[in-house]
């Protein structure tokens, strides 16, 4: 089986990015990241990939007339990666339901939060305010609904007394550290597939085969 192409679409930091390239780089993830693309110039996670020897390519959203305009330009960039898996890794946009159907079962998103509980922005200072004593993260298959796609694994943590929104988002990344590279390589290695809707984890023994 030929390695997976990864395309990796972020908006800032990129420390899921990172825990990405390190896991590709320890043979734990049978594939390539062969480009990494974010809708900010800025963002942290591209300085991360140029450092690794990743090829960048920046898609502005803000450089755009219209959200189709703008994905329009998002896809034509990932597509030219010819993917074998697209993986959104802390990427800020919401994406339309056209799009997203492109890459049904081939585009995988990190949330954190222990999903279908909070979805959407600031997880972590709604379930402090919620007084949850359990939080995580979620790695899901995207789909037109906003992050309520089928969902693959999830890593909790607890919720500690004394806990702020940076501690808790601190225990939440380590564990998305680990859970994201995890289902990647599940995936390359064709072990995960989304079928009909439905999330399959496939024996070893009988991995589909990626010619
Ligand atoms: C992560 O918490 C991710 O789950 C969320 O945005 C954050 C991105 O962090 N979608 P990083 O850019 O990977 O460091």
Do not use: W
Not at 5 to 10: A, E, F, G, P, S
Request: net charge neutral; proline share 5%.
């Amino acid at each position: 089986m030929r390695p997976a192409r990864i395309t990796v679409v972020i908006s800032g930091r990129g420390s899921n990015l990172v825990a990405l390239i390190d896991a590709v780089n320890a043979g734990k993830i049978a594939g390539v990241i062969t480009q990494v693309i974010s809708n900010r110039p800025g963002a942290q996670g591209l300085v991360h990939a140029a450092k690794a020897g990743i090829a960048t390519r920046v898609v502005d959203h803000t450089k755009f007339a219209s959200r189709e305009a703008f994905e329009a330009a998002l896809a034509a960039a990932i597509d030219d990666g010819r993917p074998d898996l697209v993986v959104l890794a802390g990427f800020m946009r919401v994406l339309g339901a056209d799009f997203v159907r492109h890459y049904e079962g081939r585009m995988l998103n990190i949330h954190p939060s222990l999903l279908p509980a909070y979805p959407g922005l600031d997880t972590h200072r709604r379930a402090l305010a919620d007084g949850a004593k359990r939080h995580g993260c979620s790695v899901h298959f995207v789909t037109p609904t906003v992050d309520g796609g089928p969902i693959v694994a999830q890593a909790e943590v607890p919720v500690l007394p004394g806990d702020d929104e940076s501690t808790l988002a601190a225990r939440v990344l380590e564990a998305e550290h680990r859970l994201l590279p995890d289902i990647v390589g599940r995936y390359c290695a064709g072990r995960l597939v989304l079928d009909h809707g439905n999330v399959r984890i496939i024996d070893t023994r009988t991995a589909a085969d990626r010619s």
